[in-house]
């Protein structure tokens, strides 16, 4: 069923070459299969897409209309009629344009110039939408597109692609990206993806994320789009030859691959999981996963119980406390989280590291925390609040700064340590 079209949409449209074009990929259809659903040929609904025919109303209303759907919008068609009225010599684009665009590519404002090549964009398209279908037998969600130099690979991609997408209304709100990995080209990606934001604080930390872990542009990318069913993030890498030619550092090379890989590896479902756990009395099972949570199931049934969120990336351990009470989960967002298990409420924070942190346990009495993380330490933790400030107290003759709260996860700012 199609959607009808916002009239602010057709708002937007001031000449009738511009709406008609709109409305001819609205359908999905090309030039040439509108000339022959019409009766025209393919140069005369080129031109008059160009506003350099004068349409014929009689001829547009008989034919035009139920040839781009617009029997049950009646809005579009009186839009249409009435800029077919007023097409003017003025709308027709200056004379000597010339299409030909010699060792340029055809970028995405170039389509209507970029002509003879709409099976292969077709059968791209084609291809694109069956790797983002559920249950599709492709391993990945990648797509090369190679040739002889100077064949039009970035052309096709740019100007047919790209726009073949933007216009079918299957991708309409997808997230298009394209980008060339020039010199730098994890800084390069983090710029593309965060050029929304405009600040460079994002663009450094993203970079920063990029090459810690080859997980951060799947993860990103997640967050990205959010849980919309139709939206997706399509990255398109042209010139991908300049991570070789141009690109001088190995460990960037790597991390720009490894990170492309990754996300093209992800499924629709929650993601991988990354740890398990039994409760004490194994009456309960704990995962974490990537997708930024940790669950607690029935072993038996295997129901979901509780859901734990908050972490901001990956959750990449978790265990439980021996007395079951409580479920700690470590993080790539490089936090030690403890939640109550009765109430999925979280009880306190551990933000001491400065990297991702791999794997967390408790202690056999469960007085104390053990993580790992990637900033090449491991830390041990008082469990309760309580006993940490008494800990941390009892050498100083002064209060807390705010670097030790950070260190010891204590997060009040409130005088801690009694006067002395």
Same mark, same amino acid.
Request: glycine letters at 6%.
């Given at each position: 069923m199609t959607v009808s079209i916002p009239s602010n949409t057709l708002e937007k449209f001031t000449t009738f070459g511009d709406l008609l074009?709109?409305?001819?990929?609205?359908?999905?259809i090309t030039q040439t299969q509108l000339a022959i659903v019409v009766g025209y040929s393919h140069t005369q609904i080129s031109r008059l897409e160009q506003n350099l025919r004068l349409p014929d109303i009689p001829t547009i209303e008989a034919r035009f209309v139920s040839a781009l759907g617009l029997e049950q919008e009646p809005k579009a068609v009186v839009r249409l009629l009435d800029l077919a009225a007023?097409?003017?010599?003025?709308?027709?684009p200056a004379l000597g344009l010339c299409p030909y665009k010699g060792l340029n590519y055809f970028d995405e404002a170039d389509a209507d110039l970029f002509v003879g090549r709409e099976a292969l964009t077709a059968k791209l398209v084609e291809r694109v939408f069956s790797l983002t279908l559920r249950g599709s037998l492709h391993k990945m969600r990648f797509l090369a597109v190679v040739g002889?130099?100077?064949?039009g690979k970035s052309s096709l991609v740019r100007a047919g692609l790209v726009s073949a997408l933007r216009w079918h209304k299957a991708s309409t709100d997808w997230q298009i990206h394209v980008l060339t990995p020039t010199a730098h080209p994890l800084e390069n990606l983090a710029a593309t993806l965060t050029q929304e934001i405009n600040s460079a604080t994002a663009?450094?930390?993203? @970079?920063?994320?990029?090459?810690? !872990?080859s997980r951060s542009l799947q993860i990103f990318a997640k967050r990205k789009v959010g849980s919309e069913n139709n939206v997706r993030l399509?990255?398109?890498?042209?010139?991908?030859?300049?991570?070789?030619?141009l690109c001088r550092s190995d460990e960037e090379r790597t991390s720009f691959i490894g990170n492309l890989l990754t996300a093209a590896?992800?499924?629709?479902g929650p993601g991988r999981v990354n740890?398990?756990?039994?409760?004490?009395?194994?009456? @309960?099972?704990?995962?974490?996963? !990537?997708d930024?949570?940790?669950?607690?199931w029935d072993p038996l049934s295997g129901k979901e119980i509780m859901v734990f969120k908050g972490h901001s990336y990956s959750v990449t351990g978790v265990a439980f406390s021996p007395d079951g009470k409580y479920l700690v989960t470590a993080s790539a967002d490089g936090s030690v989280r403890l939640w109550e298990v009765a109430t999925g409420q979280e009880v306190r924070r551990f933000t001491g590291h400065i990297n991702r942190v791999r794997d967390v346990a408790f202690s056999p009495d469960g007085k104390y925390v053990l993580t790992a993380s990637n900033d090449l330490t491991a830390r041990l933790w008082l469990t309760d609040y309580h006993d940490t400030i008494l800990a941390v107290c009892a050498p100083l003759t002064r209060d807390l700064t705010p670097d030790e709260r950070i260190q010891f996860g204590i997060p009040d700012q409130a005088p801690t340590c009694p006067a002395q």
């Open positions: 074009r709109f409305l001819r990929r609205r359908m999905g007023n097409v003017r010599r003025e709308d027709a002889a130099s100077g064949s663009i450094a930390t993203l @970079m920063d994320d990029l090459a810690r !872990d399509l990255l398109v890498v042209d010139q991908f030859e300049e991570l070789f030619a590896s992800e499924t629709d740890r398990v756990a039994f409760s004490p009395d194994g009456k @309960m099972v704990a995962t974490s996963g !990537d930024r949570t940790a669950r607690i």
